[in-house]
């Protein structure tokens, strides 16, 4: 009987320690601003495992319910969602973790990865709360199975916007049929339509930021405080200082990461998306060189195809 009893106390001491360092994951956006700025390279080696834990307590978290349902004719099954629901808290906890290094490491920032943060850190603390409520009696533990549907509902939140600023925002709308795509109401992540729609600028370089740069550097995700997806905002530059400097290509930081050698860890685009075409490096050269300005028409000694590339459908 003392055995069993140190083995329950043993139990809700760790769901306890589990729900203190939640609580404590909670703490960090407060402490630990995400600021736009890259910090430790070692934040950012850690954090680069986040994309391949964060699939544990994916499957572990959809696998409880099974269990919990699957339990109520096979008892021995509920002992396994005890142990899986462990699992699911410490995978959690470690998931979350590393995504906040790899975005404080990194220095992402923006909408998107706010709201990636804010809906993980709670998916943590609500599977934390879960073995509480399951090992209680009375009120709680028959909120169990409530608390058990929104933190599923939490995953999917939390998945679908990790997948949104990994691929895009239409990752999963893209090839939805036409009527259900009206349904679902996405919205395109894109740059904001020039105010000079004929010029240069609007026609050819836009597009290329656009298509290339803007899932990093736009409105949801923001890395080294730089955003592309307006001129007046690629003009003020991020954490670096300005980016184009018009007139002087030589000088522009941005020019100079596109020219990397891909295997440069400053190399942009970066985190293995295709990097731009020599056309387009050899566009944003002469734009720069030629002012940079919103407003010029065309670029003397520019020859660009009038079907390549197109600007997007708004």
Same mark, same amino acid.
């Given at each position: ?60 978290? +959809? +696998? ?83 608390? +058990? ?161 197109? +600007?997007?459908?708004?």
């Amino acid at each position: 009987m003392n055995q069993v009893r140190a083995e329950a106390l043993g139990v809700k001491l760790v769901w306890v320690a589990s729900l203190l360092v939640s609580l404590a994951l909670l703490l960090l956006p407060f402490v630990f601003r995400l600021d736009g700025k890259p910090h430790a390279d070692w934040q950012q080696f850690l954090g680069r495992f986040h994309p391949f834990v964060v699939h544990l307590p994916v499957g572990l978290i +959809l +696998l409880v319910p099974v269990l919990e349902l699957a339990g109520r004719t096979r008892p021995a099954l509920r002992e396994a969602a005890t142990f899986v629901l462990g699992l699911s808290v410490f995978s959690c906890l470690l998931a979350a973790t590393l995504g906040y290094l790899l975005a404080y490491g990194s220095g992402d920032a923006g909408a998107g990865v706010s709201r990636h943060m804010w809906s993980g850190l709670a998916l943590t603390l609500a599977v934390s709360l879960c073995p509480l409520f399951r090992g209680s009696s009375g009120g709680l533990r028959g909120a169990y199975p409530y608390l +058990l549907a929104c933190v599923v509902l939490l995953l999917a939140l939390t998945a679908h916007q990790g997948g949104s600023l990994t691929h895009g925002d239409t990752y999963l709308s893209e090839y939805l049929p036409a009527p259900l795509k009206g349904l679902a109401g996405g919205r395109r992540l894109q740059a904001r339509a020039p105010d000079f729609p004929d010029s240069f600028y609007a026609r050819h370089i836009y597009p290329i930021f656009n298509a290339k740069c803007v899932v990093c550097h736009g409105e949801q995700k923001v890395k080294g405080g730089l955003r592309v997806d307006s001129y007046d905002l690629l003009m003020r530059g991020g954490t670096s200082g300005a980016v184009i400097i018009p007139g002087k290509p030589e000088r522009s930081i941005l020019l100079e990461r596109i020219t990397l050698p891909p295997d440069h860890k400053k190399f942009m685009p970066g985190e293995g998306k295709p990097p731009l075409m020599p056309e387009e490096i050899a566009w944003i050269r002469a734009w720069i060189a030629q002012g940079a300005s919103p407003e010029l028409k065309s670029l003397e000694g520019v020859v660009v195809p009038e079907e390549y590339p197109k +600007l997007p459908e708004p």
